[in-house]
């Protein structure tokens, strides 16, 4: 079965709403035959434009899952019927994953790193002194940055 990747967007008003929803998109993967891989909340985002969602109501803010799963085009078709009915989704999208699953996670180390610096000079107060000196020279008129 090949490898799907389902990301959906939610409401952000309740965590048990987006907890039944999960919950329900997997036993519908599960009764047709599918195998639930991996879930990743990535979290609450700000979107680009306000979306109306399957409320009737219009949002700006949303909360970004991803699903994996294993699953042929009728584990898809399930999937996005119980999408459509649910009233906690805005906007969901499925993709079939060419790669293996160990290279689909690779989204996921991408989101626990916590910082790009690495090295303990850059934490020192001469370098962040630095920083700061650049930060007031942006806040003059004459001075521009490119």
């Known amino acids: 079965m ?3 990747e389902l990301i959906l967007v939610t409401r952000c008003a309740d965590p048990k709403g987006t907890a039944n929803l999960m919950r ?3 036993i519908a ?3 047709a035959g599918g195998i639930v891989r991996d879930v990743n909340i990535l979290g609450d985002r700000i979107m680009a434009h306000t979306k109306k969602g399957n409320d009737g109501k219009l949002h700006s803010v ?3 899952i ?3 799963y294993d699953g ?3 584990v898809v078709k399930k999937a996005e019927i119980e999408l459509r009915d649910s009233f906690e989704t805005i906007q969901h999208q499925t993709y079939r994953v060419k790669d293996f699953f160990n290279e689909a ?3 996921k180390k991408s989101r626990e790193q916590t910082t790009i610096v690495k090295s303990d000079k850059y934490r020192r107060t001469e370098f962040v ?3 700061a000196k650049i930060m007031r020279g942006r806040e003059d008129p004459n001075h521009y940055y490119y």
Request: hydrophobic fraction near 45%; aromatic fraction near 12%; charged fraction near 10%.
């Open 2 to 4: 090949p490898l799907n």
């Open 24 to 26: 329900a998109v997997s």
């Open 29 to 31: 993967v599960f009764q």
């Open 62 to 64: 949303g909360r970004y």
């Open 66 to 68: 991803q699903i994996l």
């Open 72 to 74: 042929n085009p009728r």
């Open 105 to 107: 996670l690779l989204f």
């Open 129 to 131: 002194s630095e920083i």
